[in-house]
């Protein structure tokens, strides 16, 4: 009986280091097929600009995974955002995009425009190297 116990528990070690969705931690995911209407929310009554598919999918494939306290450290939010889904590896997700360059999907995800992103003046990027929390 010892051994069927030893060999569920293994088992089900084996198949959660397998699942689909973990992820190493320094593999990014695959994202595609980005699909938004546009319809821009404004919290904050700045003047938002259009912005393009284009520039959703160089967020997406230049930004890099971040934390909250990465977000809070580094980046600025807008209060202007977008909405849409897109695939992560395969998988259809909702997201939101503040146009600070903050991509909020709903797998528990964020990405966010960063150093290699905000490279010749990107227009959505709020990354700051140098902003630290002072709290």
Same mark, same amino acid.
């Given at each position: 009986? *010892?051994? @069927?116990?030893?060999? !569920?528990? #293994? $088992?089900? !070690? !084996?198949?959660? =280091?397998? %699942?689909?969705?973990?992820? /190493? /931690?320094?593999? *990014?995911?695959? +994202?595609?097929?980005?699909?938004t209407n546009f319809k821009l929310t404004n919290k904050n009554n700045y003047p938002c600009d259009t912005i393009s598919l284009? &520039? !959703?999918?160089?967020?997406?494939? /230049?930004?890099?995974?971040?934390?909250?306290?990465?977000?809070? &450290?580094? @980046?600025?939010? #807008?209060? =202007? %955002?977008?909405?849409? #889904? $897109?695939?992560?590896?395969?998988? $259809? @997700?909702?997201? #939101? $995009?503040?146009y600070g360059g903050i991509v909020y999907i709903n797998n528990g995800m964020t990405l966010a425009c960063g150093e290699a992103?905000?490279?010749?003046? +990107?227009? @959505?990027?709020? +990354? &700051?190297?140098?902003?630290?929390?002072? &709290?």
């Amino acid at each position: 009986m *010892k051994s @069927y116990g030893f060999i !569920i528990a #293994t $088992l089900i !070690i !084996i198949t959660s =280091c397998t %699942s689909k969705n973990n992820l /190493n /931690n320094n593999e *990014k995911p695959h +994202f595609s097929h980005i699909q938004t209407n546009f319809k821009l929310t404004n919290k904050n009554n700045y003047p938002c600009d259009t912005i393009s598919l284009s &520039d !959703i999918q160089h967020i997406v494939n /230049n930004g890099q995974l971040v934390n909250e306290r990465e977000i809070h &450290d580094h @980046y600025a939010i #807008t209060g =202007c %955002s977008i909405d849409g #889904t $897109l695939l992560v590896n395969k998988e $259809l @997700y909702e997201f #939101t $995009l503040d146009y600070g360059g903050i991509v909020y999907i709903n797998n528990g995800m964020t990405l966010a425009c960063g150093e290699a992103c905000c490279h010749s003046g +990107f227009t @959505y990027c709020s +990354f &700051d190297q140098e902003k630290e929390n002072i &709290d």
